[in-house]
């Protein structure tokens, strides 16, 4: 069943969650009364009063210097981030002693993320090559979810290599990977964004059924303490101002882990206080850039950009001719109801545009 995020938080939460840019859409779903008052803040002045950050650019405005950089992960981060990862989604003996190169988490009964570094033994990585979302999914034309998972994988086999695509109606794992730097892969010249050319598996037609049915044990979504641990690890701050207090544990419903030095991953769960927080939503990463198509890496994927230095969440959303900021590509990790409509699993193309003038 998919998460009505408009339902299961109140307005005001609702709004600190996804932004100003869908308040539109978001009043019109939940219902907003007219009024001729001028609107109020949070802090109770009038909206002639407020400055949510979205006025022009000047010259004292921080957003024309570049977004400050961040570091590539270290050993000891790379360490921890194996230790949280702890799930064991692939079955036999492809994951004995480890799953090559990848580690997981479960997220829902039917979804997990995960990270690939560039040993096979996670422990040994001295660097996260790219970041994604599995899938349960049959080896099928009907079942394969969309254009970004580009690969199939068994969810029990022999050795690694094995599990690679399969015969028509196999069940196991569709996988969209997100490379979170430049490297050249074996599929060819890689850059931070969805990996289109990821070891594909070209499905086949099938006349059988495309809904997996297998179940693992442990699999189910993240707990309490599961996300207290997620916080403690993605503890970098890439968005300042005031926009960094609206939230817990700082801005509302993220938080993020600086990968490389223009790269971050990002974990969107479905409360701005992360301590309210049930369900993770959305997983994806913030490339630094600035509000220009030159800079935008990939229009359809990157469909939202917010400024690094804003006085609101909501005044951080979009940006002018010369400000800088992130560039976000947001993947759905289960189904949700949106006020922008029904995503599915997969990369939400219609989360939030900030179009460029």
């Known amino acids: 069943m998919p998460t009505n995020v408009s339902r299961s938080v109140d307005r005001r939460r609702l709004l600190q969650v996804l932004g100003a840019s869908g308040a539109l859409a978001v009043a019109g779903c939940l219902g907003d009364e007219e009024s001729d008052e001028p609107a109020e803040s949070d802090d109770g002045t009038g909206a002639d009063d407020m400055d949510d950050g979205t006025s022009g650019a000047d010259s004292e405005d921080p957003n024309l210097e570049p977004a400050p950089t961040g570091a590539a992960l270290t050993n000891d981060e790379i360490r921890t981030l194996v230790d949280a990862f702890d799930d064991r989604v692939f079955q036999g003996e492809q994951s004995d002693p480890f799953t090559p190169s990848h580690v997981t988490k479960w997220v829902s009964d039917d979804t997990f ?96 059924d495309s809904v997996a049915d297998f179940e693992i044990e442990g699999q189910g979504g993240l707990d309490d303490d599961d996300i207290e641990t997620l916080i403690e690890l993605f503890d970098d701050e890439p968005f300042e101002g005031g926009q960094a207090e609206d939230g817990y544990p700082n801005v509302p419903a993220h938080i993020a882990k600086w990968v490389t030095e223009d790269v971050f991953v990002f974990l969107h769960f479905d409360e701005p206080d992360l301590r309210e927080a049930s369900d993770l939503i959305y997983y994806g990463i913030g490339v630094r850039g600035e509000f220009t198509a030159e800079s935008q890496p990939h229009e359809d994927d990157f469909t939202h950009f917010h400024k690094w230095n804003a006085e609101s969440w909501d005044g951080g959303h979009g940006g002018q001719e010369g400000q800088h900021g992130y560039w976000l590509v947001h993947h759905a990790v289960r189904p949700l109801e949106m006020p922008w409509g029904d995503v599915a699993v997969g990369v939400d193309r219609n989360f939030m545009p900030t179009p460029l003038e």
């Open 113 to 208: 993320i995960f990270l690939h570094f560039d040993e096979p033994n996670p422990e040994e990585a001295n660097n996260l090559l790219w970041v994604g979302v599995g899938t349960k999914g049959v080896f099928s034309e009907a079942g394969q979810p969309g254009p970004e998972f580009t690969h199939f994988h068994q969810y029990e086999a022999d050795d690694w290599d094995g599990g690679h695509g399969g015969e028509v109606g196999d069940e196991g794992y569709w996988l969209t990977h997100i490379a979170v730097d430049e490297f050249e892969s074996p599929f060819g010249e890689t850059e931070p964004g969805v990996d289109y050319e990821f070891m594909p598996t070209p499905p086949a037609a099938f006349d059988g």
